[in-house]
């Protein structure tokens, strides 16, 4: 089983960037495909990043494209959300989740989700 713990999220202004880590503990850690969610207040949950579980594939909502970038690093199991030129549009609770199927990751569906870390982009 796959444990997931976020951290990184904090009150910024727009432009500014922020990272996001996703701690992820469990023997099998390395073999999950990870993605971020996030959840704005009054909105329902939406995709915004996730990698493979070997790193090689990653995939964007629209929305953060050219904006984040989501990284890994298997020796740490941990997973990185590099956020710039943050908008107002961007705050809300950004939760990591964790599959084995990257596709159950993309469709929200992980078995896997940690408590999810508040991002504020205030001016």
């Known amino acids: 089983q796959v444990r997931l713990v976020e951290s990184g999220g904090g009150l910024v202004q727009p432009g500014d960037s922020l990272r996001l880590s996703c701690e992820a503990s469990?023997?099998?850690?390395?073999?999950?495909?990870i993605g971020w969610f996030r959840q704005a207040p009054g909105k329902g949950r939406e995709f915004v990043s996730a990698?493979?579980?070997?790193?090689?594939?990653?995939e964007y909502a629209d929305s953060v494209k050219g904006r984040f970038a989501i990284s890994r690093d298997n020796a740490k199991k941990e997973v990185y959300l590099q956020m710039n030129s943050l908008k107002l549009e961007d705050t809300a609770v950004y939760y990591c989740?964790?599959?084995?199927?990257?596709?159950?990751?993309?469709?929200?569906?992980?078995?896997?989700w940690g408590q999810g870390t508040q991002v504020t982009v205030s001016s």
């Open positions: 989740a964790a599959d084995l199927s990257s596709r159950m990751v993309v469709l929200g569906r992980a078995t896997a």
């Open positions: 469990g023997r099998t850690a390395s073999r999950h495909a």
């Open positions: 990698i493979s579980s070997s790193g090689d594939s990653r």
